[in-house]
C-alpha cells in the first residue's frame, strides 16, 4: 500500500507570499492531521480533517487554514507569509483506532 | 511548561549498546503512546504504538508505558549505526476534543557509532 505522499517537496516563497500544500493520504485513511516542525519549536498540530469536516485545531493564527476533499486528499494554505513560517510542514493520515502514518513533508523556507 | 518533556540529548552510544529513551508528561487523559524514528530531512517513521499501561516488544525494541508514573519508555538493544536518528515520543487523547492530535516531545537525537 503507498504511504502519504506531500508536493512539492521543496518550497521557496517571500514574505507577503501565500502557499498551498498537499497531501494525499494512504488508501483509506479518512483522518488527515497537518503539524508544523521546527528547531525551536519540535512538532506543533496545526489541524486536523475527517470527511471534509475539521474535527481539531491548533494554536495557530487563521493565516494558517485547510481543506478536505471527498477523495481525503488535504490542502493547507498558509496567506501574507512571514519568515517564522519557515519550517517542515508533515502530514499525517490515519484510519479509525490507528495511529498516524506520516508523509515524507514539504520544507517550506520564506525570504 | 510543556505537556510532554524529553531530554533532547543528544545521545552518543557504541554499536551493540543498549538505548534508553524517556518521556514523562503531565497530561493524565493521554492513553495512547507511540514512538516515531525520524531520520535527517524525512518525515517521522512509527516505530511502536501502544494503549494505556504495559509493555510491547518489537524485534530489538521494547515500549514500556508506566501511567501511574506518567513515564514512558524506549528500549532499543544491540543498537546499530543504522538506527541513528531523532527520536520523538507522541501521545494522544481518546477522541472528543482531541481528534487527530498527537502532542510531540522535543525529540532525542541519537548516534550510534560503529
Known amino acids: 500500500k503507498a504511504g502519504v505522499t506531500q508536493t512539492p517537496r521543496y518550497l521557496i516563497k517571500t514574505r507577503g507570499q501565500q502557499v498551498t500544500l498537499s497531501c494525499s493520504p494512504i488508501s483509506g485513511h479518512r483522518s488527515v492531521s497537518w503539524y508544523q516542525q521546527t528547531p525551536g519549536q519540535g512538532l506543533q498540530f496545526l489541524f486536523e480533517y475527517f470527511s471534509e469536516t475539521q474535527r481539531n485545531k491548533g494554536n495557530f493564527p487563521g493565516r494558517f487554514s485547510g481543506r478536505q476533499f471527498s477523495n481525503s486528499r488535504s490542502e493547507m494554505n498558509v496567506s501574507t507569509l512571514e519568515l517564522g513560517d519557515s519550517a517542515l510542514y508533515l502530514c499525517?493520515?490515519?484510519?479509525?483506532?490507528?495511529?498516524?502514518?506520516f508523509g515524507p513533508g514539504t520544507r517550506l523556507t520564506v525570504l | 511548561q510543556k505537556e510532554v518533556e524529553q531530554d533532547p540529548g543528544p545521545l552518543s552510544v557504541p554499536e551493540g549498546a543498549i538505548v534508553s529513551l524517556n518521556c514523562t508528561y503531565s497530561?493524565?487523559?493521554?492513553?495512547?503512546f507511540m514512538w516515531y524514528r525520524q531520520y535527517s530531512r524525512k518525515g517521522p517513521e512509527l516505530l511502536m504504538y501502544t494503549y494505556s499501561s504495559g509493555n510491547k516488544e518489537d524485534g530489538r525494541f521494547t515500549a514500556q508505558v508506566d501511567k501511574s508514573s506518567k513515564y514512558i519508555s524506549l528500549f532499543i538493544r544491540d543498537s546499530q549505526p543504522s538506527d541513528s536518528a531523532t527520536y520523538l515520543c507522541a501521545m494522544m487523547n481518546a477522541g472528543g476534543t482531541s481528534y487527530g492530535k498527537l502532542t510531540f516531545g522535543q525529540g532525542t537525537i541519537l548516534t550510534v557509532h560503529p
Open positions: 497530561n493524565s487523559a493521554f492513553q495512547y
Open positions: 499525517a493520515s490515519s484510519s479509525v483506532g490507528d495511529t498516524q502514518y
